[in-house]
């Protein structure tokens, strides 16, 4: 059983378009997390989420916003895509405090 | 989190101990160190961490200096699939839920 699954793997989608990525836990974990690695390989950190508080990269615009239907999901919406948009977004999950964190195998969204 | 500093690459031969270098001189009394890596357009991977005793697990060994101010992660036997881009993590648990800050890494090379 994968830990932190996501769908779609790729993506490929026209400037302008509105478009959610999903994500899925099966680790009971509280916290969930999204990260965005560019073309130049960096990865950080956009959101953090569990059942009591969001925490905001403030670097991130406000077309990219979280949704958590439940607990086991953290879903990416993403706004008015432009080109920069494009890159590897990855969901995490992490239980409590001082253990591993347990990543998806990324989606890989192009905006055309 | 206190910042790190890793060699931007290293080479190692197949089946030899890979000793990898991180520096975190501004390390606090309640910041871990954590060591991730992330194997080409996979997501990040846990190896191991800790606070200031030594570490071992199936993975790799962590050694962290008495002073906390740099550590080792060392693969014992380092195999042509330990290729990847491994980084050195510093983060605080006293808010479980904040994300982890990468930083470049170093990208360890096996040669065959």
């Known amino acids: 059983d994968t830990a932190v699954s996501q769908t779609p793997k790729y993506l490929v989608t026209q400037m302008g378009n509105d478009k959610s990525i999903k994500c899925e836990q099966n680790l009971g974990h509280d916290t969930m997390y999204w990260y965005k690695q560019d073309s130049k390989k960096f990865l950080k950190i956009m959101f953090s989420y569990n059942n009591k508080e969001l925490i905001i990269n403030e670097t991130v615009p406000n077309r990219f916003s979280p949704k958590s239907p439940d607990k086991a999901h953290l879903n990416l919406h993403i706004n008015s895509l432009e080109l920069g948009d494009s890159a590897v977004y990855f969901c995490a999950s992490r239980g409590t405090a001082n253990t591993e964190a347990f990543f998806g195998q990324g989606t890989r969204l192009t905006v055309v | ?112």
């Not at chain 2, 270098?21 to 160190?33: A, D, K, L, R």
Request: with cysteine; aromatic share 8%; hydrophobic share 30%.
């Open chain 2, 1 to 112: 989190d206190a910042k790190t500093t890793q060699p931007p690459s290293m080479d190692c031969a197949e089946g030899r101990a890979a000793n990898l270098p991180c520096n975190h001189s501004t390390i606090s009394g309640n910041e871990y160190v954590y060591w991730y890596r992330q194997i080409h357009s996979q997501g990040p991977q846990y190896i191991i961490h800790g606070l200031k005793n030594n570490e071992t697990n199936e993975m790799a060994s962590l050694i962290i200096t008495e002073d906390r101010k740099s550590s080792t992660l060392i693969l014992p036997h380092a195999t042509l699939r330990d290729t990847a881009v491994y980084y050195c993590i510093v983060k605080s648990e006293v808010r479980g839920a904040d994300g982890l800050t990468f930083g470049k890494g170093t990208h360890l090379i096996i040669q065959p």
